[in-house]
Structures are given as structure tokens and as C-alpha cells.
């Protein structure tokens, strides 16, 4: 079955440090997100992406996030001055039709100390 | 009105029982119901979803149960398993939304005892 890939597993990084979070969506899926999860706590929309722009993000996804698919096959999570605060798992999604057929990657696991 | 809220935290039930999760909405422009199962260290999966046009929907030992007027919808586990055991989420989003956002409820730990 396909997969969404997410590299990293966990990341371990300094406040203040930039982190690139990579996903491999699967190939035929033209929706692309991410969501993170505090520990313990639901999972939270950052942002969507479609048709090389982003649809639709979240007030969490501020200045400090960003997102990019550089190629035909990858798509990154950018937080540029890591926060003790964006210590959380995230999560990368794919689908093919917008809201139906949503498959979620394993996650990385992204500790600020 | 774009919360989903969820209960309860978390629910103990013997290999057999019948956990029933809820979850309740204010938007009523969400159109698009679905719960997804998390086990640990692993992403949410897919489980079952539903839209507003019926009241019950099962596939399996799952099975969704849908109230539009009270803006309301339960997840139910039939003969439950050990194998069952792990966080449920109720979730939220709307049709038509290019995005595709889903807005998720809180999470329900299930535990199923053999």
C-alpha cells in the first residue's frame, strides 16, 4: 500500500535553529499538509497546499513556517528560529481528492531544546 | 465554531464491550465526518467517515452514528479487541473546502482488557 515517507524520525535541535522537516507524499496525490501534535494533545492544522501554492494555513503557521515542494517528489516543513514551544510531532498528509483519501505519514518527532 | 469537541479523554472496556466515542460540532457548514485511529508512535489512519445525508454508517466492527440536529456524531465498537487499543480522533471538515482542512476533536485513549 502506498505510504507517505517523513525524514527525520526525530530531530533533536537548539532554540533559535533553523529545521527542514522532508515528506514524500505518495506520488499521485495533488493535496499536500501539515499537522502537528503537541504530546498528549490533538492534532492541530498548519497548512495546505495545492497546485504549488498554499490553500489554506492556520494561525499557528506564522512567519517563522514555511513550506516548499522543490522538486516533483518531496515537500518540506521550514521553521526558520525554532522555538521551545514547536517541540511537537509533525505530521505530513497527502490525498488525492482535497479532504477524502487523507494518508498521514509516521510523523517526526521535532524536540527544541 | 471551528472547534470539535470530544469525549471522553480516555475509555476502559473488556475484549467484547461496546466503547461508544462522541463528539459534538458547532459548524454547521462541516459536512464531512471523519474518525481516525492512532496507534502509538504512528500517524492518524483512516477508519471510517460519514457525511451529513445519513445517520448510521457501518463498515466492520465500526460503526458511525450521525445526529445533524443536535450537531453530534458517536463512534461505536463493536465486540471490541485488544488490538483495538489506541487513540481515536473525531474530525471535521467541509466538503466543498479547496484546502481540505480538517479540524480534529481532542482524542479518545482506548483501552480494550482481555
Known amino acids: 500500500e502506498p505510504e507517505v515517507t517523513q525524514t527525520p524520525s526525530h530531530q533533536v535541535t537548539q532554540m533559535g535553529q533553523e529545521v527542514i522537516l522532508r515528506c514524500v507524499p505518495i506520488s499521485n496525490h495533488l493535496y499536500f499538509y501539515w499537522y502537528r501534535q503537541i504530546l498528549g494533545q490533538k492534532v492541530e492544522f498548519l497548512v495546505s497546499?495545492?497546485?504549488?501554492?498554499?490553500?489554506?494555513k492556520s494561525e499557528i503557521f506564522d512567519d517563522q513556517f514555511s513550506v516548499e515542494r522543490p522538486d516533483g517528489s518531496n515537500f518540506t516543513l521550514k521553521i526558520r528560529s525554532t522555538k521551545l514551544e514547536d517541540s511537537a510531532m509533525y505530521f505530513c498528509?497527502?490525498?488525492?481528492?482535497?479532504?477524502?483519501?487523507?494518508?498521514f505519514g509516521s510523523g517526526t518527532r521535532l524536540t527544541v531544546v | 465554531q471551528q472547534q470539535v469537541k470530544q469525549s471522553p479523554q480516555s475509555l476502559i472496556v473488556q475484549k467484547g464491550g461496546i466503547p461508544i466515542i462522541n463528539c459534538a460540532y458547532e459548524?454547521?457548514?462541516?459536512?464531512?465526518f471523519p474518525w481516525y485511529q492512532q496507534f502509538p508512535g504512528k500517524g492518524p489512519a483512516l477508519l471510517i467517515a460519514?457525511?451529513?445525508?445519513?445517520s448510521e454508517k457501518k463498515e466492520g466492527r465500526f460503526t458511525i452514528s450521525f445526529n445533524k440536529s443536535a450537531k453530534q456524531f458517536s463512534l461505536h465498537i463493536m465486540d471490541s479487541q485488544p488490538g483495538d487499543s489506541a487513540t481515536y480522533f473525531c474530525a471535521a471538515s467541509r466538503f466543498g473546502n479547496q484546502g481540505g482542512k480538517l479540524i480534529f476533536g481532542q482524542g479518545t485513549e482506548l483501552s480494550v482488557k482481555p
Open positions: 459548524n454547521t457548514a462541516f459536512d464531512y
Open positions: 498528509a497527502s490525498s488525492d481528492s482535497g479532504i477524502y483519501g487523507y494518508t
Open positions: 497546499f495545492y497546485n504549488n501554492e498554499i490553500s489554506e
Open positions: 460519514i457525511r451529513p445525508d445519513v
